[in-house]
């Protein structure tokens, strides 16, 4: 994919993997609207972001994934500064097992009321120019891990809701691809073990030092590779700290 000329908008990233995720494409001339339920934390990225990447570049929306007037403004937003969104990158998520709730309006929900906003913009039968859909998933999509089961069904739902989706026949005509990202812990705020845990600290930091933790810099990677690879449609790429960047469903 040429990213010269194209528009992104990308939510959760005031920080973390999305930041990075934003930060990769501003890196590649992409334009970007950063969205974040975090508005302080979202208002100090783009500061950093327009010294480096230029005014223009980067701008900043306030959006609660679960929101749905939210969502449809942030898309209003971004179309009215750059004219067209061409990459969508559904990242939003949190770990709150004792709120199971709203783990699944954030996680899950959210990324399709997400995806559904961006087919409606994207798509060539709605007046876009189409575009990739990456819903930010998790290696938790695709394994159990003992002490976060409602983190586990939100991210088993994205998988299985976006290769749905890279399925569905008239993709080809619309100019949409949708692929799954699913990194493995990974160092950002979402590694914090509080209260929100089903199980004891102690458990919990044994099974994540058996797993390892990734480096933010190579899931941006593993991103930028799935965004890129125009074949990439119904991709599942998983990132681990001990086998790296893989592709565990390619199309």
Same mark, same amino acid.
């Given at each position: 994919?040429?990213?010269?000329g194209?528009?992104?908008?990308v939510t959760g990233?005031?920080q +973390?993997?999305g930041?990075?995720f934003a !930060?990769?494409?501003l890196?590649?001339?992409?334009?970007?609207c950063?969205t974040?339920?975090?508005v302080e934390?979202?208002q100090?990225t783009? !500061?950093?972001?327009?010294k480096?990447?230029g005014?223009?570049?980067?701008i900043?929306?306030?959006c609660?994934v679960?929101n749905?007037?939210?969502?449809?403004?942030?898309?209003e937003?971004?179309?009215?500064k750059? +004219?067209?969104?061409?990459?969508?990158?559904n990242?939003?998520?949190?770990?709150?097992?004792k709120?199971?709730?709203?783990?699944i309006?954030?996680n899950?929900? +959210?990324?399709m009321?997400?995806t559904h906003?961006?087919?409606?913009?994207?798509s060539k039968?709605?007046?876009?120019d189409?575009?990739?859909?990456?819903?930010?998933a998790?290696?938790?999509g695709l394994? /159990?891990v003992?002490?976060? /089961?409602?983190?586990?069904?939100?991210k088993?739902?994205?998988?299985g809701?976006?290769?749905?989706?890279a399925?569905?026949p008239?993709?080809?005509?619309?100019g949409?691809?949708f692929c799954c990202?699913c990194p493995?812990?990974?160092?950002?705020?979402?590694m914090?073990?509080?209260?929100?845990s089903?199980?004891?600290?102690?458990?919990t930091?044994?099974?994540i !030092?058996?797993?390892?933790?990734?480096?933010?810099?190579?899931v941006?990677?593993?991103?930028?590779?799935l965004?890129t690879?125009?074949?990439?449609?119904?991709a599942?790429m998983t990132?681990?700290a001990r086998e790296?960047?893989q592709?565990k469903?390619?199309k």
């Amino acid at each position: 994919m040429n990213l010269s000329g194209k528009v992104a908008l990308v939510t959760g990233a005031a920080q +973390g993997l999305g930041k990075a995720f934003a !930060e990769s494409l501003l890196s590649k001339g992409v334009k970007v609207c950063v969205t974040d339920v975090n508005v302080e934390a979202g208002q100090a990225t783009i !500061e950093g972001f327009r010294k480096t990447y230029g005014n223009d570049n980067a701008i900043f929306s306030k959006c609660n994934v679960t929101n749905e007037a939210d969502f449809t403004g942030v898309f209003e937003t971004t179309k009215s500064k750059y +004219g067209k969104v061409d990459i969508l990158v559904n990242n939003a998520g949190i770990i709150e097992e004792k709120n199971w709730r709203k783990t699944i309006d954030v996680n899950l929900v +959210g990324m399709m009321q997400g995806t559904h906003l961006g087919i409606e913009n994207m798509s060539k039968q709605h007046g876009g120019d189409g575009g990739v859909i990456i819903n930010v998933a998790s290696s938790a999509g695709l394994q /159990p891990v003992f002490f976060s /089961p409602a983190y586990c069904a939100s991210k088993f739902g994205i998988i299985g809701f976006t290769r749905s989706w890279a399925d569905n026949p008239s993709n080809a005509q619309n100019g949409l691809r949708f692929c799954c990202l699913c990194p493995a812990f990974t160092e950002t705020n979402m590694m914090n073990i509080n209260e929100n845990s089903t199980l004891s600290v102690e458990a919990t930091m044994k099974f994540i !030092e058996y797993v390892g933790v990734n480096k933010i810099s190579t899931v941006a990677e593993g991103f930028m590779d799935l965004l890129t690879d125009e074949t990439n449609n119904g991709a599942v790429m998983t990132v681990t700290a001990r086998e790296g960047i893989q592709y565990k469903i390619r199309k």
